[in-house]
């Protein structure tokens, strides 16, 4: 089985200032330089010859290349904790625009469609079940609310593997299309 995902990877000036926000949260995993991506689909644990159905499929995407930038910081709650610190990127619109054709092209190779809003950003910390709240939060929250960044390009989609481990989960990039 294969866990895969398909995601955009931002330039290494963007990743350097996601990265010095990642700290002051005592508890948090906080993401490295190799897992910074912004989600565009997660597909799960699949059987390779569906793996290079998915694969052909996003070969064919054809897409104009997304200009973002990051605006501000969010997090996501699950039953009243925090589980997880992201930054936003916007404009949504054209990644949403890219997120509904990797779905439909998803669909048409018989995967399930995808059922949860679309909302992109990327992944800075995970947060243990233990933690769930508190002041570091807040305070991480409040003083990153104001980050920002130049407009910047997401030029390739990519077909992401993960593994996961005791030490959190390890992603390779399996293949890479070139948008626009």
């Given at each position: 089985?294969?866990?895969l ?51 052909a ?24 904790r ?27 190779v ?29 305070r ?13 390009t997401?030029?390739h ?24």
């Amino acid at each position: 089985m294969h866990r895969l995902f398909i995601a955009l990877r931002p330039p290494p000036v963007i990743r350097e200032t996601l990265t010095a926000t990642m700290g002051g949260v005592p508890g948090a995993r906080w993401q490295d330089d190799d897992q910074l991506h912004l989600t565009l689909r997660f597909i799960g644990a699949i059987e390779r010859p569906v793996a290079e159905d998915v694969a052909a499929v996003l070969a064919s995407i054809v897409a104009p290349v997304p200009t973002v930038r990051i605006a501000g910081v969010g997090r996501f709650d699950q039953r009243g904790r925090t589980d997880t610190l992201w930054a936003a990127v916007t404009p949504g619109d054209a990644l949403a625009a890219l997120h509904r054709k990797v779905d439909q092209a998803l669909v048409r190779v018989g995967l399930d469609p995808e059922r949860r809003a679309y909302l992109p950003h990327i992944t800075l910390a995970r947060l243990p079940r233990s933690m769930g709240h508190g002041p570091a939060i807040e305070r991480w929250v409040a003083d990153h609310a104001s980050l920002n960044s130049e407009p910047f390009t997401l030029p390739h989609l990519i077909l992401y593997e993960s593994h996961l481990g005791r030490e959190g989960a390890r992603y390779d990039a399996i293949a890479r299309w070139p948008l626009g």
